[in-house]
């Protein structure tokens, strides 16, 4: 996740960017925030509405990651 918010978010602008982790535990659940504040998604992809703050779309990486998650 944070390769991505490196590669896809911050890499492509030119000047500086931000990155932010931040983690919680929340009923006994780890919630984990990877965030930026680069060049954004492209257009035709959005949020989903709501609580749920994870892409509409998503790639390879991040697919593999949530299997990985749901596995343990």
Known sequence: MV???LKHGLSPQLGPGHLWITARRDNGRLWISIEDD?????????????????????GV????????????
Not at 43 to 49: D, K, Q, V
Not at 61 to 72: A, F, H, K
């Open 38 to 58: 680069g060049v954004g998604l492209p257009p035709g992809l959005s949020r989903t509405e709501g609580m749920s703050r994870q892409p509409v779309a998503s």
């Open 61 to 72: 990486g991040l697919d593999n990651v949530r299997r990985r998650l749901e596995t343990r």
């Open 3 to 5: 390769e991505n918010a």
